[in-house]
């Protein structure tokens, strides 16, 4: 089978092609490197890299079409909170305009598979924890905002049309593939665990951790961080069932354990060995205190496990790709 990829060349959308790669997909990736890295071309072979935006819809009809693909695993979006509170539109032209325009070109072509980047942003404050699929949305955020449109859009195109979807709803992704030559690389870089770990290799000064006084056991954020890999097996799992006619849905991924900022700081202490420098911050706006997943219904309904949830495991495997990478990937 011949899937498309958008957004492959970015960190959870590159894991991915590797694993769909190794399970014996032929794969497409159409990535704008907006986001993306050139370098991933080099370091992923297997796989057909076309440099273009999901927005061109011609294009993205005419790859489709000439390839034969029948399913689309969409990564493709910006992704950072508050990025999207400051530049709205931006992220409704990307995530919800540009998104719509990939349905388009799919139904054109009679594309009927899609697995979507959903994310825990669109469930917003938490009422309840751990988080079900059936808690109340209500993105405090732009970003999350966009995923549940785009994800409504997903079910109203279902039921009239020849669509059919899983959607993925990621908590914090993190960690890198265990080869050491596929990582995170965002610039610039605002998520915890790279950010503690650069400051751990002293190419960042210092780690500020924002909020002391939230009402959690030692006054830090509790998140749920999930190992890179986990995610990508999920997709192969998703799309897999998917096309075994299983229905369409929504799932949480995560490792149903919450790690405060000063936890994941002392772990990423006794992995590097190395003593890392920390500031007591405020808190950033629109920061839920806790953000635990449940995933009973992914693990019950696709027998999903993931392989790489201990926190040290994802942390050792960030490190071993930073001291690699001690400045990202090359992009030339
Ligand atoms: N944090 C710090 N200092 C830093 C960076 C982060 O204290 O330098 C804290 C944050 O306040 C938060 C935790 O570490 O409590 C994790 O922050 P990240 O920025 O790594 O991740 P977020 O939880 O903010 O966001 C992630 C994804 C989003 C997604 C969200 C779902 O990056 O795309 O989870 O809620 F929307």
């Known amino acids: 089978m011949h899937v498309l990829v958008t957004g492959g060349a970015g960190y ?34 297997g796989a057909e890299f076309i440099w273009g935006d999901i927005g061109e819809r011609e294009l993205v009809e005419e790859i489709l079409r000439t390839r034969e ?16 509170v400051a530049d709205p539109a931006r992220y409704y032209q990307n995530n919800v305009v540009k ?20 994310s825990a942003a ?4 938490p009422v309840t924890v751990p988080i079900d699929e059936e808690h109340l949305c209500r993105p405090t955020n732009p970003y999350g905002a966009t995923k549940l449109v785009v994800e409504e859009a ?40 790279p950010v503690v770990l650069q400051a751990a290799l002293g190419v960042r000064r210092e780690v500020t ?35 075994a006619g299983h229905p369409s849905s929504v799932y ?12 994941i700081i002392r772990t990423a202490e006794q992995v590097t060995g190395r003593k890392i420098p920390v500031v007591e911050g405020f808190r950033r706006p629109g920061d839920p205190a806790v953000l635990v997943a449940s995933t009973r219904r992914m693990k019950e309904a696709l ?28 992009d030339i």
């Open 209 to 243: 951790i924002y909020g002391t006084d939230y009402p959690t056991p030692d006054g830090t954020c509790l998140r749920d961080y999930i190992h890179v890999t986990d995610l990508a097996k999920a997709h192969v799992l998703a799309l897999q069932a998917l096309v």
């Open 122 to 125: 669109v469930y917003g404050e």
């Open 303 to 330: 027998g999903w496990r993931p392989q790489y949830s201990e926190l040290a495991t994802i942390i050792s495997t960030a490190w071993h790709w930073l001291q690699r990478h001690t400045e990202g990937y090359a």
């Open 12 to 45: 959870i959308g590159s894991h991915t092609v590797r694993e769909l790669l190794k399970v014996g997909y032929r794969v497409t990736v159409l990535d704008n490197l907006s986001r993306g890295h050139k370098a991933v071309a080099r370091i992923i072979s």
């Open 252 to 263: 949480n991924l995560g490792n149903e354990r919450g790690y405060s900022v000063r936890e």
């Open 69 to 84: 693909i029948q399913a689309v695993l969409h990564f493709a979006a910006l992704s950072l909170v508050g990025e999207s």
């Open 99 to 118: 998104g719509i325009i990939l349905l388009e070109a799919m139904r054109a072509a009679e594309v009927p598979y899609f697995i979507f980047s959903s």
């Open 154 to 193: 997903l079910r109203w195109y279902a039921t009239a049309y020849r669509l059919k979807y899983i959607s993925l709803r990621y908590f914090n992704a993190a960690g890198a593939d265990s080869s050491g030559d596929l990582g995170e690389d965002h610039r610039p870089e605002t998520h915890l665990i």
